[in-house]
C-alpha cells in the first residue's frame, strides 16, 4: 500500500459505508446572513464528490463544517461516525481524520518545506522525529518535490507550495481529504501539476471532497457532481450527466457560464 493509500486498496465501489454524513445542514453568519439552507451530502469511502457552483453560493463554507473550521447551527455532521459537536475532543478526533487543502496554501513561511509537513505528524500524532520524517520525505517524493525539503515556502512556486501543502495533509494519514478551491490562487501553467497529485490520490482510493471550477477534472475523476447554489444542493449526478444532461435551470446557467 502507497502512502496516498487509505485503508482501501485502489479504487472502491462507491457501495461501501459513508465516511461523511451532513443532514440538513443550517448556518447563519453573525451578521444574520443564511449561507447554508439545509444542505444534506454523504459521501461514501473512496468516492470522490466534486462540489461546483457560482461565487458565494455556500460551498467553501459547506465543507469547512466538515472539520469544524465552519460551526454550524442546525442539522448534523459525522465524520466517520463521529458527530461534529461543541465537544472539543470530538472536534480534535475529526480534525486528526481530515485533511483540508486552501486555497492560498497556509504554510508556515518561517519553517522549512520538510518541517511544514513534519509538524502535525510530531504534535499531533506524537510520532518520533526520525519517523515523521521518513514518511514526510516519501510523501515530497510522491509530488514530485523531494529536492525542495530544505526551501522555504517563499523559494517554491505556487504550485509547489500546494503540492507541498497536499504532503502536509496526507502526512496525517487521514481518512479523507477536502480541498478549497486548490488551484484557483496558481497560474494556468501551475494547475496541471496540482491537478495530477489529486487524480493520483482518487486513483487510489482515497475519499475527496472538492470545491473546484476544473470541468476536466470533474469529468474525469469525479464520481458525482455536486452543484451548490443561493446556499442550497440543486443537483447532484455523475459526471456525464450532470454536464451533458443538467435537470435544473440553476445548473444550466452556471454551465452555460463555466463551459
Known amino acids: 500500500m502507497t502512502q496516498f493509500q487509505t485503508e482501501t486498496d485502489a479504487r472502491p465501489s462507491t457501495g461501501a459505508e459513508p465516511v461523511i454524513v451532513a443532514q440538513d445542514v443550517e448556518k447563519w453568519y453573525d451578521n444574520g446572513f443564511h449561507v447554508l439552507k439545509g444542505v444534506s451530502l454523504t459521501v461514501n469511502r473512496g468516492e470522490v464528490v466534486v462540489i461546483m457552483g457560482p461565487s458565494g453560493s455556500g460551498k467553501s463554507t459547506f465543507i469547512r463544517t466538515f472539520n469544524a473550521l465552519e460551526p454550524y447551527q442546525k442539522g448534523r455532521i459525522e465524520i466517520d461516525g463521529i458527530l461534529i459537536s461543541h465537544d472539543l475532543k470530538d472536534i480534535e478526533k475529526v480534525r486528526k481524520e481530515v485533511g ?11 519553517l522549512t518545506v520538510l518541517q511544514n509537513v513534519t509538524l502535525a505528524p510530531i504534535w499531533v500524532r506524537r510520532w518520533p522525529k526520525r519517523k515523521a520524517n521518513e514518511v514526510a520525505m516519501q510523501l515530497l ?3 514530485g518535490i523531494a529536492e525542495q525539503a530544505k526551501k522555504f515556502p517563499g523559494q517554491l512556486s505556487g504550485g509547489q507550495q500546494q503540492r507541498v501543502a497536499i504532503a502536509r495533509s496526507l502526512a496525517m494519514q487521514p481518512k479523507a481529504m477536502l480541498f478549497d478551491e486548490p488551484t484557483s490562487a496558481l497560474d494556468p ?24 471550477h476544473e470541468v476536466g477534472f470533474a469529468r474525469e475523476v469525479a464520481d458525482r457532481v455536486v452543484l451548490m447554489a443561493d446556499g442550497m444542493l440543486v443537483e447532484e449526478g455523475t459526471p456525464d450527466a450532470f454536464f451533458n444532461n443538467p435537470q435544473e435551470e440553476r445548473s444550466k446557467k452556471f454551465l452555460s457560464q463555466i463551459l
Open 100 to 110: 483540508m487543502v486552501f486555497q492560498q496554501f497556509n504554510l508556515f513561511p518561517h
Open 141 to 143: 517524493e510522491r509530488v
Open 189 to 212: 501553467e501551475m494547475v496541471r501539476e496540482v491537478l495530477d497529485v489529486m487524480r493520483e490520490l482518487a486513483g487510489e482510493g482515497m475519499t475527496m471532497v472538492c470545491v473546484t
